[in-house]
């Protein structure tokens, strides 16, 4: 009797719910607008894959309106945007208890010419792009160089925990329990934003797991936030104590700066 075979629409949604194929972002369904989306799916203006159900642009970042829109802007000159960060793909975090208002990348650092599958060859300047490769194997010297580069700066330790746990005190992004694959703790590097519920009303993503994040503390760099290989809730947690950095493939950053 013939194997019966599946309709083509059918298996790469089967593939998308696939939790080893949701990691291997290569495997997903790519879009740019609903109609490119399996019936009963929508096209996530964040990471430009469909994902079941309808995607609701208010969860696009506030105050940058194309911040999920992959981007290579690094900031500055005739094509920054208005609002008050220098960058595209910032929040413009305020009213945070013993942080001033900053803006940091809502996606972890990637290069220019990133893309879905390869991390890029330009280090001249960091990007916050949604859907693309995140800057790994990264050292705190050239983070802090790329972040420059884009007109912005490292993340104080500060303003990263204001930014993981929203200004609330939260253990994670998106609360005090943790919920192992909210974030990307599953052994393997995902694109910027994959994981659309791993963020807070912060709006800012990746921050627990994923890719470790350089910051600047009182006593020199430190890595925080997790990674992807990362399997205890303590090291995934927003109030981590910061390790000393080693370039890895699980070593990532990225960027804030002040409002203009």
Known sequence: MPTPRLPHLLLPVLLLASPACFLDYTEAIPCEAGDQCPSGWDCDLRSFQCIEGT???DLLPDDTPDAGLPSSDAGGGEDAPAGPCPGVGMIH???????????????????????????????????????????????????????????????????????????????YPYGNTFASGVCNNFGQIGA???????????????????????????A?????????????????????????????????????????
């Open 192 to 218: 910027a934003g994959q994981f659309s519920g791993c963020t807070g009303p912060a709006r800012t993503f990746d921050m627990s797991g994923n890719l470790a994040e350089i910051v600047q503390t009182p």
């Open 55 to 57: 995607f609701d642009p």
């Open 93 to 171: 975090l305020t009213d945070v208890p013993g942080t001033p208002a900053f803006c940091v990348d809502a996606y972890e650092a990637s290069r220019p010419d990133a893309t879905r599958a390869e991390p890029g060859l330009d280090t001249s300047a960091s990007t916050s792009q949604s859907g693309v490769h995140p800057w790994n194997n990264a050292d705190a010297n050239g983070a802090q160089r790329a972040c420059e580069g884009a007109g912005k700066r490292l993340c104080s330790l500060a303003e990263w925990r204001a930014a993981c746990d929203n200004g609330a005190g939260t253990l």
């Open 220 to 260: 020199g760099f430190g890595l925080v936030g997790g990674h992807y290989d990362d399997l205890t809730p303590e090291a995934l947690a927003c109030n981590v104590q910061p390790l000393d950095v080693t370039p890895a493939p699980t070593t990532g950053f990225r960027c804030c700066a002040d409002p203009r």
